[in-house]
């Protein structure tokens, strides 16, 4: 029985496997390894990262970043980490007491900058063979 490769499998198909028989053996056609080293993420056109097939981007380290945490004298402390610099409350609270320079404030508020290093931030994976038909 004869396979007919354009019609199960036309150029510009993806094919993942975990056997290390390459689809030019199995299927014929001309197949290259696709997307060494990366995930896939389905098109959406809404969004500038994911617009258009075959563009790369990301790393696999957390990329240095910066927020800030601030509280008023009493209230709850808040983390900036959402959209549009908005301050998203994290349920803790200090004693303003507490700090040996209490008359050093210049306010009643009181705003610290954390910063991130540049640590891993791999998602979950799974390593196969993902190739893709190009003839």
Known sequence: MMINLDFIYP?????????????????????????????????????????TIGKTGGSKYLQSHNHNLWQAAGSE????????????????????????DEGSKISTTDVLNLTTGNSGNLQPYIVVYRYRRVA
């Open 11 to 51: 150029i510009g198909t993806i094919y993942e496997t975990t056997s290390t028989v390459h689809p030019n053996t199995l299927f014929g056609g001309t197949w290259e390894l696709y997307g060494a080293g990366r995930v896939t993420v389905c098109r959406d056109s809404s969004q500038n990262e994911f617009n």
């Open 77 to 100: 402390v808040r983390l900036n980490y959402g959209e549009g610099g908005t301050y998203n409350k994290i349920g803790l609270t200090y004693n303003w007491a507490a700090f040996p």
